[in-house]
């Protein structure tokens, strides 16, 4: 089947410093798309940023991830996080499902960013 | 586009009642997903529809938990008999499979329901 797995938080940094949460994925077939949300709290999940092949770099508000198909991975970086980027951050992959396209969810890192 | 729209945001109910969750998603998607999020659980996916029909039903925890939607607007989940452990953050997504759309999906704001 599939799953996405990150590494588990809190992730605790002070301003300024450089971020990596790293997610690894198993897929039955070609991965389509791959996902990071940012769920900031008391609100719903929001696309921070995808990638849709091999080698893809996604980027979006300073973040950035690479699409790796050698080593399965998708790990997410920024290199000066701020305090407004404390939230819980997802990775996701695509799939197809019988036809259809579903989310494959990882369990979800949380940020904290002190100043 | 106000986006995905959930109601109501908060719930609170006692053990035993049907409680009723809503959702009416984004103009012209296709798909339609209802998720529970907890902390014991993260992000579970319960069901979801594509053009109206349900696809895949197999995260529903049980026969207490059913979902429609009746039309390419409104969506329900209803739980019949509500119970303590029911409680949790419910987020309905919409999102598209037509090509030319990325396939990506759209979360509403959530509702969080509390079981006493």
């Known amino acids: 089947g599939n799953s996405v797995t990150q590494m588990e938080g809190p992730v605790t940094l002070s301003e300024e410093a450089f971020l990596t949460i790293n997610c690894t994925y198993t897929a039955t077939g070609y991965p389509i798309t791959l996902f990071w949300y940012v769920q900031y709290p008391g609100e719903g999940l929001q696309l921070l940023l995808k990638a849709t092949k091999a080698d893809d770099k996604g980027s979006n508000k300073g973040f950035e991830a690479t699409y790796r198909k050698e080593t399965t991975s998708f790990h997410l970086e920024k290199g000066s996080v701020q305090v407004s980027d404390s939230a819980v951050y997802f990775c996701?992959?695509?799939?197809?499902?019988?036809?259809?396209?579903?989310?494959?969810f990882g369990k979800g890192t949380m940020l904290l960013v002190s100043p | 586009d106000a986006g995905v729209i959930q109601s109501p945001r908060h719930e609170v109910t006692e053990m035993g009642q049907e409680v009723t969750l809503r959702c009416k998603p984004i103009?012209?998607?296709?798909?339609l997903f209802w998720y529970r999020q907890t902390m014991m659980r993260g992000l579970e996916l319960l069901i979801y529809?594509?053009?109206?029909?349900?696809?895949?039903d197999s995260g529903m925890p049980e026969d207490r938990f059913s979902a429609k939607m009746p039309n390419a607007s409104f969506s329900t989940l209803k739980i019949q008999p509500s119970e303590p452990r029911d409680s949790a953050v419910y987020f309905c997504?919409?999102?598209?499979?037509?090509?030319?759309?990325?396939?990506?999906?759209?979360f509403g704001p959530g509702t969080r329901l509390t079981v006493t």
């Open positions: 529809f594509n053009n109206n029909v349900p696809i895949d």
């Open positions: 996701a992959l695509r799939t197809m499902n019988s036809g259809y396209s579903t989310l494959t």
């Open positions: 103009s012209g998607h296709n798909s």
């Open positions: 997504a919409s999102g598209s499979d037509t090509p030319g759309f990325n396939y990506e999906q759209y």
